[in-house]
């Protein structure tokens, strides 16, 4: 990964963390938030149902009280008797009744027994609401805590009553439960003030609490907190409040009660036990949180090794060739640019080839050259040590990059290369290479690519019969390179500046008397007067094409020239012009000749063609056709460089040709002098048999025309008669 996506990814997945840090956290929040005022509610609900139980409770004293009353005001004030049985009938184990006669103080009650108040206390009974409840007080008789319910009535004399019913607060702690939330809750019964009335039996009940706001008042609160508290009691509202007491937060609920003379029920639960639920829920919610953190992070990991994995892929797919597995060029030129990066000199680069390679596979069939392919290719493998670099280009051109300690260990390279290419895998059908160097050293300041066509430079210019397979780059090649390079740039324009001209050289009988043609050869003259010669430039134009037209071009000039002459009835003699066999694969090439013949008025028989012996190489059906077309306009054919290749006695007979150039390697020195004397001869016989004309070319010495004598040779065309010449220069020769 490169350093800058990294270092996005690694943004991004700190910010996705906080984001999920900051969800989370507003999630509890809002758990916190929902669990509480679901808790309150619940808290609220469990005090409103105490309040109802308790209600409900003391309503039934006041039913059962009120039965008894109307019992009581069927019967006369004064028939105790009628009163005690009454009183039988209702007073039972919890509660007691009692009634008191209001005219007379006289009290009557089964625990007790009857008896009279004082004026004191009937004065009180007289003073009290029709009908309520007193808060707890200690019962005068039994000396329990007790509460009661009272209603006044009248006897059936009209005598006024009041009747009460005592229950002891333990009574009422027994029938409810005032603690919730596995005691850790309570409900209190309050008055306005605050006072508990009624508190559980649990332990835990808070037993030294006696006031409400006692609580309440403690540091930590504020003062409003009790304040709102009173008014809302005051009210008779019910709500829920939190309050801080002995170092704990609580919760409490308070809901007035119907019964009783401002009478509330209070629950009171530390805030603690309320939130566990909460807490838990946001425990295993941030147990959720880190759990999907953890598997995104695993995913992230995961899919950070696959994508690397991919990335291999694509790599391999990209960087290696799927044939061979060894790099493709474009990994060759990162790596290669690379390691000339370093600070060695000695590199060296292998541009190979494999000789003859079109025609294995055209022979044997790809999948044959395929394997050919991955056998060389495992021969570099083999001789590569860890920090070369190798590669395959296309078709069957490798690459490799070495780095050497001694000079001389790259020819011993080359070598191990050649024999492991030679040995095969095949015994049958061996294979040869070709290996073009390029050591860094002799071509500094180069890049890669420099060093990569230098090595192939020095490849082409293997020469494959010379019995080395390897070559190294020297600057000549460069120079060769550079020098072709500038010509190709130059050729067009300097065609139409007429920096291409011909020169002719005289074709003399054999005693030099005579001078019966004359041969037209191109020169590239520079506007600064310099010459090349058309062994610089004539290869090269083969290769690019151009020449084409240059040899139309100077057969033009001839025609011109010729037509001239014989528009001013001078001397002329027949002239030869060069044709490159590239002309041959030009389609329309002999009626474009004849055209331009034509359009000179040029008579049939006064210019010679001149194709070299190397075109009988080619597909000869085509050429002779070409050779007839050409001979049928007139123009005369002849065979050029005869006897520097390949051509036998036996070619010479089956060619339409009108004239033979016999090559100036007839006429070298050399040990066999006799029997090519006789070679040559018979080649002569054979020509004339034909009824073909013989030149002999590159005739220097006297020696070289000494071979010649008395074998009806035609003509001598050398520098022992004559050089090329300006044309002025020829026609002047010929006109003496
Ligand atoms: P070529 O057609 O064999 O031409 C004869 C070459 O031999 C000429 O070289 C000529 O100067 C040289 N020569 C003649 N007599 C002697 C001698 O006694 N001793 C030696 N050592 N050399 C002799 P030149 O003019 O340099 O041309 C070289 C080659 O370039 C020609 O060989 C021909 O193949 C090619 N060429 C020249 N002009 C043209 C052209 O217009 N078109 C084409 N296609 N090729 C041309
Ligand atoms: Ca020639
Ligand atoms: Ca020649």
């Not at 072709?484 to 005289?506: R, V």
């Amino acid at each position: 990964m490169k350093m800058k996506t990294k270092s996005v990814f690694i943004i991004l997945s700190i910010l996705s963390a906080i984001g999920i840090l900051a969800a989370s956290f507003t999630f509890i929040q809002n758990v916190k938030l929902l669990l509480w005022d679901k808790s309150v509610t619940d808290i609220l609900e469990v005090t409103e149902q105490g309040q109802h139980a308790l209600d409900t409770f003391i309503d039934k004293d006041y039913d059962t009280l009120h039965l008894f009353a109307g019992e009581l005001s069927g019967v006369d004030s004064t028939d105790t008797e009628a009163i005690q049985r009454i009183l039988n009938v209702f007073d039972d184990e919890t509660t007691s009744f009692f009634c008191v006669n209001l005219g007379t103080g006289k009290v009557y009650s089964d625990t007790f027994g009857d008896q009279i108040v004082n004026e004191a206390r009937r004065q009180e009974f007289l003073e009290m609401e029709p009908n309520g409840i007193r808060e707890p007080f200690y019962d005068g008789y039994t000396g329990v805590r007790s509460i009661g319910v009272y209603e006044q009535f009248n006897f059936a004399d009209g005598t006024h009553g009041l009747v009460q019913k005592t229950r002891s607060v333990k009574s009422i702690r027994e029938n409810f439960t005032l603690s919730f939330y596995n005691n850790t809750g309570f409900s209190y019964i309050i008055n306005l003030d605050g006072e508990v009335l009624i508190r559980s039996l649990h332990k835990n009940s808070n037993r030294t609490i006696q006031n409400l706001f006692d609580m309440i008042n403690m540091e930590g609160n504020n003062e409003e907190l009790s304040s709102n508290v009173k008014e809302q009691l005051a009210l008779k509202r019910s709500g829920a409040s939190q309050f801080f007491y002995k170092g704990e937060d609580y919760i409490f609920t308070y809901v007035p009660m119907e019964n009783g003379n401002n009478w509330y029920v209070v629950s009171i639960i530390p805030s603690q036990v309320v939130m566990k639920q909460a807490n838990t829920i946001i425990n295993q919610t941030m147990r959720l949180c880190i759990f999907i953190m953890i598997c995104l992070a695993v995913l992230g990991y995961f899919y950070h090794q696959t994508s690397k994995k991919q990335k291999k892929e694509i790599e391999k797919l990209a960087f290696y060739d799927q044939l061979t597995g060894l790099y493709r060029y474009e990994k060759f030129l990162i790596d290669g640019a690379d390691r000339l990066s370093g600070d060695t000199n000695n590199i060296a680069v292998f541009y190979i080839d494999i000789q003859g390679f079109k025609l294995l596979n055209d022979i044997e069939g790809y999948a044959y050259g395929d394997t050919v392919l991955k056998y060389m290719a495992d021969v570099l493998r083999q001789i590569s040590h860890s920090k070369d670099i190798s590669c395959r280009i296309s078709g069957d051109d490798f690459l490799l990059m070495v780095e050497y300690k001694n000079r001389d260990d790259i020819p011993k390279l080359c070598q191990e290369i050649i024999e492991q290419a030679e040995k095969g895998f095949d015994q049958e059908r061996k294979f040869k290479v070709r290996i073009g160097i390029c050591l860094l050293e002799e071509a500094k300041k180069t890049n890669i690519n420099g060093l990569i066509d230098r090595a192939k430079m020095a490849q082409a210019g293997v020469k494959e019969d010379s019995g080395v397979s390897y070559q190294f780059y020297n600057k000549t090649m460069r120079e060769t390179l550079l020098r072709d390079a500038q010509m190709e740039q130059n050729m067009i324009q300097a065609l139409n500046n007429g920096e291409f001209i011909y020169m002719i050289q005289p074709k003399y009988s054999l005693d030099g008397k005579k001078i019966l043609g004359g041969e037209a050869l191109v020169r590239w003259q520079k506007p600064d007067g310099q010459f090349i010669s058309p062994g610089e430039f004539i290869p090269l134009f083969e290769r690019n094409g151009f020449i084409r037209q240059l040899d139309e071009y100077v057969f033009t000039k001839v025609c011109e020239d010729l037509h001239d002459r014989i528009q001013k009835k001078q001397k002329i003699v027949p002239i030869s012009v060069n044709v490159s066999r590239v002309h041959l694969y030009w389609d329309n090439f002999a009626d474009r000749y004849n055209a331009i013949k034509n359009k000179y008025q040029i008579p049939d028989q006064l210019i010679e063609l001149e194709l070299t012996e190397s075109i009988l190489l080619e597909n000869t059906k085509e050429i002779f056709s070409i050779l007839d077309q050409l001979k049928k306009y007139g123009f005369l054919c002849s065979i050029d460089d005869f006897g520097s290749g390949y051509s036998s006695l036996n070619t010479l007979k089956d060619l339409p040709v009108d004239i033979v150039k016999l090559d100036k390697v007839f006429f070298d020195q050399s040990e066999h002098q006799e029997r090519k004397i006789v070679i040559l001869k018979s080649m002569i016989d054979m020509a004339k048999q034909l009824y073909m004309k013989v030149v002999a070319e590159g005739i220097e010495e006297d020696e070289q025309l000494e071979m010649l004598k008395n074998t009806g040779c035609d003509m001598v065309q050398g520098f022992i008669y004559s050089k090329p010449c300006i044309i002025e220069d020829f026609y002047q020769h010929l006109e003496k």
